[in-house]
Antibody, heavy 118, light 112 residues
Framework: QVQLQESGPGLVKPSETLSLTCTVS????????WGWIRQPPGKGLQCIGY???????RYNPSLESRATISVDMSKNQFSLKLSSVTAADTAIYYC????????????WGPGTLVTVSS | QSVLTQPPSVSGAPGQRVTISCTGT?????????VHWYYQLPGTSPKLLIS???NRPSGVPDRFSGSKSGTSASLAITGLQAEDEADYYC????????????FGGGTRLTVL
C-alpha cells in the first residue's frame, strides 16, 4: 500500500515561497499521478494541483500563477512550491496519490500545517 | 463558497440511515463527471470512501453507498455507528474551470 509523508517548514514569511516535499513509499512514483490538496484550519478542501510521473501538471486556475509541482523520480518524491504567500495560504497541506483512471485522490499523507506569518 | 453544495451538518441515531447530499450544476455533476466521497475523522487526513459509481476501497464497509442523478449526488450510510462521526466531502470536476477538481464544502455527521 502506498504511503505518503509531507515535509517542509511549518512557518513561512509573507511574500516568500512555500516549499514542501512528499516522500512516497510502498510504490513507485513512476507509475502513478500525484497531487497536493490544502485545508485552511476549520475549513474545506482545495486542490492545488496534480502531476503525472512524466512531469505533466495541472493546477487550480486560482493558484496557477503561483504554484509549481515537480517530480524527482530518483528520490521517489514530488514537491510543491507556492510563491508570494499571504496569510490566506495558511493551511494544512496534504500530498496525495491521484487516480488518472477515475479522478479520485486515493491515498493521503497525514498533512503538514504551514503558517504564513512574519 | 464551494462549487458543490453540501449541508453543513446531518445527524442520526445509532442504527439509523442517513444521507448526505451534494448538489452541483450542469457544468459539473450534470455534465456527467464522476463524484467521489471522502471522510475525515477529527485531527486526521481525509480518506477515500467511495470513488466513481459506488466503488468502495478495500476495508470500507458496504454500509456506505453512493448514488448520482442529474446535478445531484448522495452518500447513504446505513446502520449508523458511533465511529461514523466525521466530516464528509464530495469531489468532482467542472468544465467551466477547464475540467478542474472541485470539492463540496463538507458535512459534519453527528451520531446522537
Amino acid at each position: 500500500q502506498v504511503q505518503l509523508q509531507e515535509s517542509g517548514p511549518g512557518l513561512v514569511k509573507p511574500s516568500e515561497t512555500l516549499s514542501l516535499t512528499c516522500t512516497v513509499s510502498g510504490g513507485s512514483i513512476s507509475s502513478y499521478f500525484w497531487g497536493w490538496i490544502r485545508q485552511p484550519p476549520g475549513k474545506g478542501l482545495q486542490c492545488i494541483g496534480y502531476i503525472s510521473y512524466t512531469g505533466s501538471a495541472r493546477y487550480n486556475p486560482s493558484l496557477e500563477s503561483r504554484a509549481t509541482i515537480s517530480v524527482d523520480m530518483s528520490k521517489n518524491q514530488f514537491s510543491l512550491k507556492l510563491s508570494s504567500v499571504t496569510a490566506a495560504d495558511t493551511a494544512i497541506y496534504y500530498c496525495t496519490s491521484f487516480s488518472g483512471y477515475d479522478g479520485s485522490f486515493d491515498y493521503w499523507g497525514p498533512g503538514t500545517l504551514v503558517t504564513v506569518s512574519s | 463558497q464551494s462549487v458543490l453544495t453540501q449541508p453543513p451538518s446531518v445527524s442520526g441515531a445509532p442504527g439509523q440511515r442517513v444521507t448526505i447530499s451534494c448538489t452541483g450544476t450542469s457544468s459539473n455533476l450534470g455534465a456527467g463527471y464522476d463524484v467521489h466521497w471522502y471522510y475525515q475523522l477529527p485531527g486526521t487526513s481525509p480518506k477515500l470512501l467511495i470513488s466513481g459509481y459506488n466503488n468502495r476501497p478495500s476495508g470500507v464497509p458496504d454500509r456506505f453507498s453512493g448514488s448520482k442523478s442529474g446535478t445531484s449526488a448522495s452518500l447513504a450510510i446505513t446502520g449508523l455507528q458511533a465511529e461514523d462521526e466525521a466530516d464528509y466531502y464530495c469531489q468532482s470536476y467542472d468544465n467551466s474551470l477547464s475540467d478542474y477538481v472541485v470539492f463540496g464544502g463538507g458535512t459534519r455527521l453527528t451520531v446522537l
